[in-house]
């Protein structure tokens, strides 16, 4: 309680004024209300040519007040937290949600955190600039030394600590100190005319130190430097459809993308989702298993305590192939009469928390991958990806290779130029035809957008082969 | 706006700069923003959500020699912000010397800024959520009463903002502009047979009165969720390709994304090293000009604080300029176009303005008259554009045409190619360009694309 109110004291707000604030939002006929409020440090630096030419620094603090009264929701934030401030948004956020009404008095209780996945204390946004530039220096020099043909190397270092205060509408406050940290690398491999990119980086909330831990930050630039001197030598991708093996991983994004956003309990309320309607249904091939956990320790998406404060969890989605359930925010879950699963998010303070996923992967099955790879007659194999996108309503959804190669006869033999896949959320995983025994999560690196809301997310993926998923190339 | 005000964050930025400069900064610039903005969502008649913004910010990028860093914060307490400029200086020193960050020269300040764009409607500042509520109301009831097989919708969505930008540097300039937009919009869904679509339509603008009536916008998107009912897969072929106006426009983005100075210099642009070269077919001409009456992107300076002027891109499908802002300029030994865009954090870098394609003369029903087997599309899906390679394949969704005539529907395929065999083999263009859009091409067909479906 008191660690509490020394948090919230930062911020410049003591109690008597969150209990004005929330009486003045409270009334009999608000459900549902919350303060939060967030200070975000954060760095950015970038190195291209050699040398480090960006750096830059920032603070930004704000507080967002919420009522919601039965689906409707009014909101109000500013960038100025001060008492005359915050009543002047409760009283905005309640007319919103309803006039009238009396107003009631709330108790401010203790803190509601139950994981602790991030107890970071050497936060990277504080470590000595000279240590952040020292490492992307050499990554440079590594990036350049993998091949000649490497010619234009941009790595950056981006960090950032967010503190959060939520303060519930039965007066519960809880804080939590979120550490997030990312590290990429792009190389550009030229060949005479043929010019081609390779990415790849890692993160999550953790502190500089976990880069150098292991050569992590060699394994990027290796990557990085490999893929772009890989796509020198692709061929066109094939059009049409064809079985498709997805590698282990970052190809993850096709549950995030092809299922996650259907299962949005917002949409599922509205029953605007392809999905709705369908728990208890066979959605996916019985070797399909899917969890959201938002407990893993120190993974990007992982969080102890969503935006609206409540605690994270492991969400089954998908369970032998059947849907079990949907991601909810405090909202979407009171008018939908199931509980909160930990879901709710938000971009910041300036923008009203939705359902949203942490980490969404697919359990491992029994296979060999390399087995699974034999089994394919002619085919792709797609080991890294760029974005994609959903329509949640039709189901649509893509998503671009990165790396990605022909199989033929079992083998795994020529590089293709980056494909689209295209496919429909509730069928592709009927499709699923193996599932094999190496689950890797992404390394960090995943941002999801929604209406606009730009959220870290990370996805997991064993490798698992597809039948008949539509590849988008030029070579017909 | 009062005079008051002015001075005021005038006096901001002066004390921002000079405690640069005193704590060793050799140049500075830096910008003030406010703004102010409501969102408001009706859904299925019901208000669904109100959202009053309001946000204020520096953004200060210093320089110490050849070394630079920025910084940008919300919080302007006098020790606060002392305390990050002192950091950034720091940090600028322990950056890499690099000859061409520096200030624009100060001989290019001697344009002054275009007089009133008219970009701020004061309309703007009396408009009451209750009015916007109605409007985005009526916009959805539209949409759900065009036809019976709407059976839901995401709402109808109404938001406006206004904002107001200082800037100042350490050459003695001073500029202040201010702005504003507002914008209504719907997404209806339709079913029929157990299939669900949906689609949306908008209208947006500078002034409240160039918005298009709700009932149209309404009216418009059901039209274009209807349209989607029914889809069938196609086979995978070659055929032509019509990119539909709103799509047009992203494969304009596309190119945009190419010519600016950023990509251009760090050579991870396909249009790198191409200026005076054919890049398209010879009907193209691509103008970016920020000096449009109430354009959706005009402003009277760039994010440097110069006067902005037109650029001429493509002409007769020849590359003739990229879009640059200081930095690039100098990397690629040329002077800036003023295009140098900013936010408060961060670095500036070149983008368009109002990139605006010219038009043709052929209507859509005309470019599709002359196709005997191909594809409108009406939707991309995906980030499956690559600026770098030129590589192009995209998920994509629109309606099938045999002999001349829109057959069926047809979803779940890509489309695939290159950028510049696309440019290259452009072989219609339409008259329907779309002036609300701050990139805006008009139709285009494209002579062949692989289409991969089933």
Redesign the interface.
């Known amino acids: 309680m008191s660690e509490t109110l020394t948090a919230l004291a930062r911020f410049g707000v003591d109690e008597p004024a969150l209990q004005e604030t929330l009486g003045a939002i409270m009334g009999r006929d608000v459900d549902d209300a919350d303060l939060y409020f967030e200070h975000v440090e954060s760095e950015?630096l970038s190195l291209?040519?050699g040398?480090?030419?960006?750096?830059?620094?920032?603070?930004?603090?704000?507080v967002g007040v919420r009522a919601v009264a039965g689906?409707?929701?009014?909101?109000?934030?500013?960038?100025e937290i001060d008492g005359a401030r915050l009543l002047e948004?409760a009283q905005?956020a309640r007319a919103?949600a309803r006039q009238g009404g009396s107003q009631r008095s709330v108790a401010i209780a203790g803190s509601g955190k139950t994981h602790d996945l991030y107890p970071v204390t050497d936060h990277a946004v504080d470590e000595p600039?000279?240590a952040k530039?020292g490492l992307l220096e050499r990554i440079d020099r590594a990036a350049r030394a993998v091949d000649p043909r490497i010619?234009?190397v941009?790595a950056s270092f981006a960090s950032e600590r967010k503190t959060v205060a939520i303060v519930t509408a039965d007066g519960r406050v809880v804080v939590d100190e979120r550490p997030l940290t990312r590290l990429n690398v792009t190389c550009?491999a030229?060949d005479g005319k043929n010019?081609?990119?390779g990415s790849a980086g890692g993160g999550g909330r953790n502190a500089f130190s976990f880069f150098l831990e292991a050569d992590r930050w060699q394994e990027y630039v290796e990557e990085a430097a490999r893929r772009a001197v890989l796509?020198l030598s692709a061929v066109d991708?094939p059009?049409?459809?064809m079985d498709v093996v997805l590698g282990p991983g970052w190809p993850g994004i096709l549950l995030h993308e092809a299922i996650g956003h259907g299962l949005e309990g917002d949409f599922n309320r509205?029953?605007?989702s392809?999905f709705s309607g369908m728990v208890g249904r066979q959605v996916a091939s019985p070797l399909v298993t899917v969890v959201d956990d938002g407990t893993i320790a120190s993974r990007r998406g992982s969080l102890n305590v969503d935006d609206e404060g409540t605690p994270t969890q492991r969400t089954v989605l998908i369970e032998d192939g059947i849907l079990k359930g949907y991601l909810q925010d405090r909202t979407n879950a009171r008018l939908m009469g199931v509980a909160p699963t930990g879901n709710g998010r938000r971009e910041s303070y300036?923008h009203?928390p939705m359902p949203r996923m942490t980490n969404t992967f697919m359990l491992a099955g029994e296979q060999d991958p390399a087995d699974i790879i034999r089994g394919v007659k002619r085919g792709i194999y797609a080991v890294a990806f760029?974005?994609?996108?959903?329509?949640i309503?039709?189901g649509?959804?893509?998503?671009?290779g990165s790396e990605a190669y022909l199989i033929e006869d079992g083998q795994v033999t020529k590089p293709i130029?980056?494909?689209?896949f295209?496919?429909?959320g509730p069928e592709v995983l009927k499709q699923v035809t193996a599932v094999g025994n190496d689950l890797q999560l992404d390394r960090g690196v995943g941002t999801c957008g929604k209406e606009g809301q730009s959220v870290p997310v990370g996805v997991g993926l064993p490798t698992i082969r597809i039948n008949g998923l539509?590849?988008?190339?030029?070579?017909? | 706006m009062t005079k008051d005000v002015t001075e005021d964050r005038q006096a901001l930025l002066q004390h921002v700069l000079d405690t640069a400069k005193r704590h060793g900064a050799t140049a500075a610039d830096a910008l003030f923003v406010s703004g102010r903005s409501t969102e408001v969502r009706v859904?299925l008649g019901?208000?669904?959500?109100?959202?009053?913004?309001?946000?204020?910010?520096v953004g200060l990028r210093v320089f110490v020699g050849s070394r630079?860093?920025?910084?940008?914060?919300?919080?302007l307490s006098k020790a606060?912000l002392e305390d990050?400029i002192a950091?950034?200086v720091?940090?600028?020193r322990?950056?890499?010397?690099?000859p061409a960050?520096r200030l624009p020269d100060a001989a290019l300040y001697a344009d002054e800024p275009p007089g009133d764009l008219e970009l701020f409607d004061e309309r703007l500042l009396s408009l009451d959520?209750e009015t916007a509520i109605e409007m985005a109301r009526a916009c959805e009831d539209a949409a759900r009463s065009a036809d019976p097989r709407v059976t839901?919708s995401?709402g109808g969505d109404m938001s406006w903002g206004v904002s107001e930008t200082h800037f100042a540097n350490t050459l003695g300039v001073y500029r202040v502009k201010r702005g504003g937009s507002v914008g209504l919009w719907t997404t209806p869904?339709v079913e029929a047979e157990g299939?669900?679509?949906?689609d949306y339509w908008y209208t947006s603008a500078r002034y409240l009165a160039d918005l298009a009536s709700p009932e149209s916008v309404g009216r418009e998107a059901t039209r274009r969720a209807l349209r989607?009912l029914g889809a069938r897969?196609p086979k995978?072929?070659?055929v032509p390709i019509i990119f539909e106006a709103p799509v047009a426009s992203r494969l304009l983005g596309a190119l945009a994304g190419a010519v600016c100075g950023g990509a251009v210099y760090?050579?991870?642009s396909?249009l790198a090293g191409l200026v005076g070269e054919r890049i398209a077919a010879p009907e193209v001409t691509i103008v970016d000009n920020p000096h449009i009456k109430r354009g959706p992107a005009s402003k009277p300076f760039d994010g440097e604080g110069l006067a902005t002027s037109q650029t001429v891109v493509v002409e007769g499908g020849v590359l003739k300029s990229y879009l640059l802002d200081t930095y690039s300029a100098a990397k690629l030994g040329l002077q800036t176009t003023r295009n140098a865009s900013r936010g408060?954090?961060?670095?500036p870098s070149a983008s368009p303005t109002n990139l605006w394609m010219q038009p043709g003369q052929a209507s859509l029903e005309e470019l599709i008259a002359d196709v005997k087997q191909g594809l409108l599309v009406t939707e991309l899906?995906?980030?499956?554009v690559?600026a770098?390679?030129g590589?192009y394949?995209?998920?994509a969704?629109g309606l099938w045409i045999e002999n001349g005539q829109i057959a069926y529907p047809v979803?779940?395929?890509?489309?695939?190619?290159?950028l510049p065999e696309m440019w290259r083999t452009l072989d219609g263009i339409g008259s329907d360009r779309d002036p609300h859009r701050s990139v805006s091409a008009p139709s285009l067909r494209i002579a062949k694309?692989?289409?991969?479906?089933?």
């Not at chain 1, 539509?470 to 017909?476: E, L, S």
């Not at chain 2, 630079?68 to 919080?75: E, N, P």
């Not at chain 2, 299939?195 to 949906?198: N, T, Y």
């Open positions: 950015g291209e040519e040398i480090v030419k960006k750096a830059s620094r920032s603070v930004h603090q704000g689906d409707r929701t009014g909101y109000a934030h500013s960038d948004a905005a919103i600039l000279e530039l010619q234009q941009m550009i030229v010019r081609q990119v796509n991708s059009a049409g459809e509205k029953g605007t392809a300036a009203v760029g974005g994609g996108q959903v329509d309503t039709s649509k959804f893509t998503f671009t130029k980056g494909a689209t295209i496919g429909n539509t590849v988008g190339g030029v070579a017909v | 859904r019901e208000t669904e959500q109100v959202k009053q913004s309001r946000s204020k910010g630079s860093a920025t910084t940008s914060s919300s919080d606060s990050l950091r950034t720091a940090a600028a322990v950056t890499a010397e690099d960050a959520a839901n995401e869904l299939v669900k679509e949906r989607r897969k995978t072929c070659q760090r050579n991870a396909y408060l954090a961060g670095t899906i995906g980030f499956g690559n770098i390679t590589d394949s995209q998920g969704s979803s779940e395929l890509t489309i695939a190619s290159t694309m692989t289409v991969a479906g089933s």
